[in-house]
């Protein structure tokens, strides 16, 4: 019979739990702070799944810059809708790849009719 033995240590399980464990680091917020930034963004229109990565990378960056979360909050209350729109995709876009990145469109103000040039 083909039955693998029992008495045969695995000495390969450290080394498959530490890579295993490789790329996941530990981070930790108060409970308090998430559920301020969640609702924070999710009072400004900005829906679950949104407000959700968004408040992950403000956390994040808040915890990397030493800075209070609240204080965050604060400063960003004084932003209207367009205003603070910019500034996440902003920020959004320092967190991703840079092979991509968020935008968004702005229209065009200039009257193509007198844009253009008529050669009699």
Same mark, same amino acid.
């Given at each position: 019979?083909?039955?693998?033995?029992?008495?045969?240590?695995?000495?390969?399980?450290?080394?498959?739990?530490?890579?295993?464990?490789?790329?996941?680091?530990?981070?930790?917020?108060?409970?308090?702070?998430?559920?301020?930034?969640?609702?924070?963004?999710?009072?400004? !229109?900005?829906?679950?799944?949104?407000? $959700?990565?968004?408040? &992950?990378?403000? /956390?994040?960056?808040?915890? =990397?810059?030493?800075? *209070?979360?609240?204080?965050?909050?604060?400063?960003?209350? !004084?932003?209207?809708?367009?205003?603070? $729109?910019?500034?996440? &995709?902003?920020? /959004?876009?320092?967190?991703? =790849?840079?092979?991509? *990145?968020?935008?968004?469109?702005?229209?065009?103000?200039?009257?193509?009719?007198?844009?253009?040039?008529?050669?009699?």
């Amino acid at each position: 019979m083909n039955i693998p033995r029992n008495d045969v240590q695995n000495t390969d399980q450290p080394v498959r739990d530490f890579f295993d464990r490789y790329y996941q680091n530990r981070v930790e917020y108060a409970a308090s702070e998430v559920d301020s930034v969640l609702g924070f963004f999710e009072s400004r !229109g900005f829906g679950d799944e949104a407000s $959700s990565s968004i408040a &992950a990378t403000l /956390l994040r960056q808040a915890k =990397i810059d030493g800075v *209070s979360t609240f204080k965050l909050l604060d400063t960003l209350k !004084g932003l209207d809708e367009t205003q603070l $729109s910019a500034l996440i &995709a902003e920020i /959004l876009n320092y967190s991703r =790849i840079k092979s991509s *990145s968020l935008g968004y469109k702005t229209r065009n103000t200039a009257n193509v009719f007198e844009a253009r040039n008529i050669i009699p």
